[in-house]
């Protein structure tokens, strides 16, 4: 009887996490927030020395993990009713890459989601200027962007793992309000 009244109890604490889910991709989906995700398993930290953007065979990739990671996201996505989504991704191959295998339409880079690991002291100019295109672009469809663990602490406070998303309310505050953490599908 005791267990019973211990689960039951355990069961009604969720149910406001699971309203506030709901409501959090109702948000996503009417365009009063967005999707902000790192990018799925890559294996390693940072990007080898002499990396170059524009060329994958010198940066740190998806592993084929990070691959079915990033399916499983264009699943839930599409699952979720986030339809036609605009995707927005750094300039990073895994970052391009996750939102490619997600399948859910054409991906768009935009510079203000780059990585700025190799460069800390560009971190206050770097999350102005997402903070900036974030307000820019057009909320007419639901909006995803993929980036770095470093960009999404640098604008949240929150250091997600490879593939967590965070849903994020529009228009941004400061600090932003995160209406959902989704962990990786």
């Given at each position: 009887m005791t267990r019973f009244i211990v689960l039951m109890l355990l069961a009604l604490l969720a149910l406001p996490a699971v309203a506030d889910q709901k409501s959090a991709w109702q948000a996503l989906r009417e365009g009063k927030a967005f999707l902000?995700?790192?990018?799925?398993?890559?294996?390693g930290t940072g990007d080898p020395e002499g990396f170059r953007l524009g060329d994958c065979s010198t940066q740190r990739n998806l592993s084929d993990k990070g691959r079915q990671?990033?399916?499983?996201?264009?699943?839930?996505?599409?699952?979720?009713?986030?339809?036609?989504?605009?995707?927005?991704?750094?300039?990073?191959?895994?970052?391009?890459?996750?939102?490619?295998?997600?399948?859910l339409g054409a991906v768009e880079t935009l510079s203000a989601l780059d990585s700025f690991f190799s460069d800390p002291e560009s971190q206050a100019a770097q999350t102005v200027e997402l903070r900036k295109a974030i307000d820019k672009v057009p909320k007419d469809r639901p909006v995803v962007m993929v980036s770095h663990q470093v960009n999404i602490k640098a604008l949240t406070g929150i250091s997600p793992k490879n593939g967590e998303g965070l849903i994020i309310e529009l228009p941004l505050a400061d600090p932003p309000k995160v209406l959902a953490h989704i962990a990786p599908p």
């Open positions: 902000l995700l790192r990018h799925t398993t890559a294996p990671e990033a399916k499983r996201w264009g699943r839930l996505l599409t699952g979720r009713k986030v339809e036609k989504p605009r995707l927005y991704t750094s300039n990073w191959c895994r970052a391009q890459d996750t939102a490619q295998e997600m399948g």
